[in-house]
């Protein structure tokens, strides 16, 4: 029997968030050529935000996960410090979308709104009927 490194929980939602997350990065590479032509930094900050958006994103899950099992009192606390995590991790990345001549901050950026995005859209278009 296989070992799963998540909670079926988080592992559904990326199995959900990934490959939507893929799509918009090359919908995303292609709507930039016209702007930036065919460099490497825009593949290169959408292929580093859609990495921090998953990371973000696992941290989030697993640390809800736990924060179930707490008294309330010590369950904020731990999802505030979860937070915390969360925003220097995105912080660090916007850094280097700064600083590194490699990464295109704007492509960097655009992935940290990915989940925003596909559930939004799965919502929608389930509430249609197609």
């Given at each position: 029997?296989?070992?799963?490194?998540?909670?079926?929980?988080?592992?559904?939602?990326?199995?959900?968030?990934?490959?939507?997350?893929?799509?918009?990065?090359?919908?995303?590479?292609?709507?930039?050529?016209?702007?930036?032509?065919?460099?490497?930094?825009?593949p290169l900050?959408?292929?580093?935000?859609?990495?921090?958006?998953?990371?973000?994103?696992?941290?989030?899950?697993?640390?809800?996960?736990?924060?179930?099992?707490?008294?309330?009192?010590?369950?904020?606390?731990?999802?505030?410090?979860?937070?915390?995590?969360?925003?220097?991790?995105?912080?660090?990345?916007?850094?280097?979308?700064?600083?590194?001549?490699?990464?295109?901050?704007?492509?960097?950026?655009?992935?940290?709104?990915?989940?925003?995005?596909a559930y939004?859209?799965?919502?929608?278009?389930?509430?249609?009927?197609?």
């Amino acid at each position: 029997m296989a070992r799963r490194i998540f909670s079926e929980m988080i592992s559904r939602e990326l199995k959900f968030l990934l490959p939507r997350a893929l799509i918009l990065d090359v919908v995303i590479y292609i709507i930039s050529l016209p702007v930036y032509g065919l460099c490497k930094e825009v593949p290169l900050g959408l292929l580093a935000g859609t990495a921090v958006m998953l990371i973000n994103f696992i941290i989030l899950g697993l640390s809800s996960e736990r924060a179930v099992e707490r008294p309330l009192r010590s369950a904020k606390g731990y999802m505030f410090g979860s937070y915390m995590l969360r925003l220097a991790i995105v912080g660090v990345l916007f850094f280097a979308g700064i600083k590194c001549s490699s990464l295109n901050l704007i492509a960097c950026a655009l992935p940290q709104l990915f989940p925003k995005i596909a559930y939004t859209l799965h919502a929608a278009l389930k509430k249609k009927g197609g």
